[in-house]
């Protein structure tokens, strides 16, 4: 999905330094907007966490567009 914005899993670390520090390391490596959570809880956003609920945002609008753009081609279908 190039060019397209996702949330993916790049790894599962065994303790939560190990998950900080690696997430850390991706970030000052590629830049990437990364959010580190355990049980559903933010415990660190590289850049910062303005960064990853805009891009949060920007995700969840896309994935509207494409659920009434389906919606559309369906009704069209029928």
Same mark, same amino acid.
Not at 15 to 36: F, G, P, R
């Given at each position: $999905?190039?060019?397209?914005?996702?949330? #993916? /899993?790049?790894?599962? +670390? #065994?303790?939560?330094?190990?998950? @900080? #520090?690696? +997430?850390?390391?991706?970030? $000052?490596?590629?830049?990437?907007?990364?959010?580190?959570?355990? *049980?559903? @809880?933010?415990? +660190?956003? *590289?850049?910062?966490?303005?960064?990853?609920?805009?891009? /949060?945002?920007?995700?969840?609008?896309?994935?509207?567009?494409?659920?009434?753009?389906?919606?559309?081609?369906? +009704?069209?279908?029928?």
């Amino acid at each position: $999905m190039r060019g397209q914005p996702s949330w #993916y /899993e790049a790894l599962q +670390a #065994y303790t939560e330094d190990d998950a @900080l #520090y690696t +997430a850390n390391l991706i970030h $000052m490596d590629s830049n990437a907007v990364i959010k580190v959570v355990r *049980f559903g @809880l933010n415990l +660190a956003c *590289f850049p910062d966490e303005h960064a990853v609920e805009l891009c /949060e945002r920007h995700i969840a609008q896309q994935q509207k567009r494409r659920l009434e753009q389906g919606a559309r081609w369906n +009704a069209t279908q029928r």
